[in-house]
């Protein structure tokens, strides 16, 4: 390998590779073999900056965690003047909603993932629940300010609704993905949801 070469270059190339495949093809057809193909490189460079398969998918989750979060920071930006509590939570709700392509590929390789550590022991063992987790902390830290600015009843916890909420976007995101519903609806009964939280008291 040239000592030059561009090692973030590299990781985003293979990761890119395995996020098409599994995309495409779905968790079950990817290996270091088959992303090395996917990605345009050699078996040996993917084994040098990543040891295996779930090293590999974790490296893939945290990119597209991070691509969505920086999703959720323009959509913010494109809305005009400061934003309420309530419009920053609804804006990191509806980006974690597969409504877009991007988005629909995030949800699909996390939830496949999630699948497949129910019975892959090395994949489980990963921490590719994190980002959940930092998503839940994020949406309970915004109800914090709701109930501080005084638009969230002060009777609420922060921590249990932030939960509910995230755990009714998986909800309805895996809806949109199967065909349950549609990415407007899902949108739509979300909204329903916030308006409830936020109604005056």
Not at 31 to 40: F, H, W, Y
Not at 89 to 113: G, I, N, Q, Y
Request: hydrophobic share 45%; glycine share 6%.
């Amino acid at each position: 390998m040239p000592r030059t070469a561009d090692h973030a270059q590299r990781r985003a190339q293979i990761i890119d590779g395995l996020v098409r495949l599994a995309t495409r093809s779905g968790l079950h057809a990817v290996t270091m073999r088959s992303v090395a193909a996917e990605a345009g490189v050699s078996v040996r460079l993917v084994q040098y900056y990543f040891e295996t398969k779930a090293q590999l998918l974790l490296a893939a989750l945290r990119q597209l965690e991070e691509d969505s979060h920086a999703r959720w920071a323009v959509r913010l930006a494109a809305q005009h003047g400061p934003q309420s509590p309530r419009e920053r939570v609804e804006a990191l709700l509806a980006e974690a909603l597969p409504t877009d392509e991007a988005s629909r590929t995030f949800h699909l390789l996390w939830t496949s993932c999630a699948m497949l550590a129910m019975t892959d022991p090395e994949l489980a063992a990963q921490p590719f629940v994190e980002g959940p987790n930092r998503l839940e902390t994020q949406l309970a830290e915004l109800l914090r300010q709701a109930q501080s600015d005084g638009v969230l009843d002060r009777k609420a916890d922060p921590g249990a609704e932030a939960a509910r909420l995230l755990a009714l976007s998986h909800g309805l995101g895996t809806s949109v993905l199967v065909g349950r519903r549609t990415a407007q609806a899902a949108t739509e009964l979300l909204g329903y949801h916030l308006d409830r939280l936020f109604a005056p008291r």
